[in-house]
């Protein structure tokens, strides 16, 4: 119970904070979902080829996602509504999957031995934006207006 305890504060520190994103600093504003052309069905084909694995091929992640594996890593959380995703803004979706845990939280100055790979040098940033498209398009209206409250508060925060 105190490893969860840890954990969870640790994930709330990180996620109440909001997403720090690492780009050119020449670059003030990061991009946005609305910076680029989303196709949903590219989005699903490429979540089932890329995240399925560890996350579900019905957003379900692993059992007990909760608690960390014998490595100390916490598993693989759903993406459908009975997980966290939701509660997070499209900043920190898109620096999750496109830098990885470790390398995101970093940029917080936090050490964390996140399990969740960068994808990166894998998927261009449109294919990012598809794939969490596809993610919010299985969310029901009440849960995707929950999460767009926090995008667009996260969005504010960050402009000024």
């Not at 999957?97 to 050490?111: S, Y």
């Amino acid at each position: 119970m105190k490893r969860f305890l840890v954990y969870g504060g640790l994930a709330i520190m990180v996620f109440a904070g909001g997403a720090a994103l690492i780009w050119d600093s020449s670059n003030a504003n990061p991009p946005t979902v609305a910076d680029f052309p989303i196709n949903i069905a590219e989005g699903e084909t490429l979540y089932l080829e890329t995240c399925a694995s560890c996350h579900g091929a019905n957003l379900e992640g692993q059992e007990d996602w909760q608690s960390p594996g014998d490595d100390g890593q916490l598993k693989a959380p759903p993406h459908d509504e009975t997980g966290h995703t939701w509660h997070h803004p499209d900043s920190l979706l898109f620096t999750y999957t496109k830098l990885g845990g470790k390398k995101t939280l970093a940029a917080q100055g936090m050490e964390f031995n996140s399990g969740m790979p960068g994808f990166g040098d894998q998927l261009s940033d449109t294919e990012i934006w598809n794939i969490i498209a596809y993610i919010k398009s299985t969310w029901s209206d009440r849960v995707r207006a929950s999460q767009a409250e926090r995008t667009a508060a996260d969005s504010n925060s960050q402009g000024e």
